[in-house]
């Protein structure tokens, strides 16, 4: 039976984004990266989280909520031992969480984040002779460009992947095919005729 050659391509952030805001001690603006610590604060009969952040300068903190005035029985119970604990992982799902920056009205800065990629073979019917796709999992926001994530990881000129796109041997399967599009969960890229897909991911693994 033959098969589709089909690949998951997983980004897994390898570093945290930083905010940028005024830092009182630097009397300028600054950028705060995240300590992976969290602070609980109780008020009476209600609950105030925080996930704390440091001046990269100065250490001066500044505590971003995450929830304010709330009551302990509507914190999962979960939860909120790993945030006794200080969870990485849970701070982690914090820190490129956007609502939060958005709520905080936080400068989120998500340039420079550098990130490992895990890729898996997945077996599926084939449509298209010596085809080969690409599922991305991307499951942290992370900046960059279709066209610059290719070109990092098949070791191919940027001006050969425009030049691959134009003649429709890489189609991005997203609402306007655009290889400036920003890589995101979900998206697949489609490489027609690859004979030796072995060869040509020969730099991911």
């Not at 992976?36 to 609950?47: C, M, P, S, V």
């Not at 709330?70 to 969480?97: C, G, H, T, V, W």
């Not at 010596?130 to 098949?154: A, G, M, Q, T, W």
Request: glycine share 2%; with cysteine.
């Amino acid at each position: 039976m033959s098969y589709l050659k089909k690949y998951r391509w997983e980004l897994v952030p390898e570093n945290l984004p930083k905010v940028k805001r005024n830092c009182p001690k630097c009397n300028e603006k600054a950028h705060y990266i995240s300590s992976e610590k969290f602070r609980i604060n109780a008020n009476k009969n209600n609950l105030d989280v925080w996930l704390i952040y440091q001046c990269e300068k100065c250490k001066s903190t500044w505590n971003m909520t995450i929830y304010e005035r709330i009551k302990p029985q509507d914190i999962n119970k979960d939860e909120y031992e790993r945030f006794l604990s200080n969870d990485k992982e849970l701070a982690k799902e914090y820190a490129y969480n956007l609502d939060l920056y958005s709520r905080n009205k936080a400068e989120l800065i998500l340039e420079g984040i550098s990130y490992k990629l895990i890729e898996n073979k997945l077996e599926s019917y084939y449509i298209n002779a010596n085809e080969l796709v690409v599922e991305i999992v991307c499951k942290y926001p992370i900046e960059i460009r279709v066209d610059k994530f290719l070109s990092d990881n098949l070791g191919i000129s940027r001006s050969k992947i425009k030049n691959m796109h134009k003649k429709g041997m890489i189609i991005i399967k997203d609402d306007k095919n655009l290889l400036n599009s920003k890589i995101k969960n979900g998206m697949e890229i489609h490489f027609l005729n690859v004979e030796e897909p072995r060869e040509f991911l020969k730099n991911i693994g």
